[in-house]
T-cell receptor
Framework: QQQVKQSPQSLIVQKGGISIINCAYE??????FPWYQQFPGKGPALLIA?????SEKKEGRFTISFNKSAKQFSLHIMDSQPGDSATYFC?????????????FGTGTQLKVEL | ETGVTQSPTHLIKTRGQQVTLRCSSQ?????VSWYQQALGQGPQFIFQ???????GRGNFPPRFSGLQFPNYSSELNVNALELDDSALYLC??????????????FGAGSRLTVL
């Protein structure tokens, strides 16, 4: 059972454009929602994360929008750059149980073209 | 400050064999998690270790086992390898408390191919 659904599978954006990746979750017990960025040959690296008590979090060009009632969250990359070309994963976990065991989405391969 | 290091980076095994993958956690981290990432998929949680004991397990059979050592390094062992075990195995370390608690730092992974 896939608990975190991610779309689109791939995305091509022009340099300077906005990249938007969407995720939906099923388990209402999730209380931590991070986004990870993965380059070829590397492990995933934390990009930005949000807790369900806020609806938006912004760090530089990256923004998470969170809709608790719809059980959806999204990543917006403003002014997308070729260096942002990577695979992006949304994830969710329950922090209150001790430890951090992430459930990942299936990933979005982003390509930013010049 | 060193990151998470994993070894070996690549290995090839045949069906039915056993494999051991190793992970050195980031300095200051006391928790280690293992994930399996099949080609084109997101990582899937295998298990987590804290204070040398398993602290949560995903939907993986018992032939997947692990160890955590007093220095917080860890091993993942897989017995009776199957073709579907071919994947990138990721180790991630974290701490349960303090600054940056529960933020996972991933290694670059060990690419296992089962023939």
């Amino acid at each position: 059972q896939q608990q975190v659904k991610q779309s689109p599978q791939s995305l091509i954006v022009q340099k300077g454009g906005i990249s938007i990746i969407n995720c939906a979750y099923e388990n209402t017990a999730f209380d931590y929602f991070p986004w990870y960025q993965q380059f070829p040959g590397k492990g995933p690296a934390l990009l930005i994360a949000i807790r369900p008590d806020v609806s938006e979090k912004k760090e530089g060009r990256f923004t998470i929008s969170f809709n608790k009632s719809a059980k959806q969250f999204s990543l917006h990359i403003m002014d997308s750059q070729p260096g942002d070309s990577a695979t992006y994963f949304c994830a969710a976990s329950i922090l209150t149980g001790g430890g951090n065991k992430l459930t990942f989405g299936t990933g979005t391969q982003l390509k930013v073209e010049l | 400050e060193t990151g998470v290091t994993q070894s070996p980076t690549h290995l090839i095994k045949t069906r039915g064999q056993q494999v051991t993958l190793r992970c050195s956690s980031q300095s200051g981290h006391n928790t280690v998690s293992w994930y399996q990432q099949a080609l084109g998929q997101g990582p899937q949680f295998i298990f987590q270790y804290y204070r040398e004991e398993e602290n949560g397990r995903g939907n993986f059979p018992p032939r997947f086992s692990g160890l955590q050592f007093p220095n917080y390094s860890s091993e993942l062992n897989v017995n009776a390898l199957e073709l579907d075990d071919s994947a990138l195995y990721l180790c991630a370390s974290s701490s349960l408390a303090g600054v940056g608690a529960n933020v996972l730092t991933f290694g670059a992974g060990s690419r296992l191919t089962v023939l």
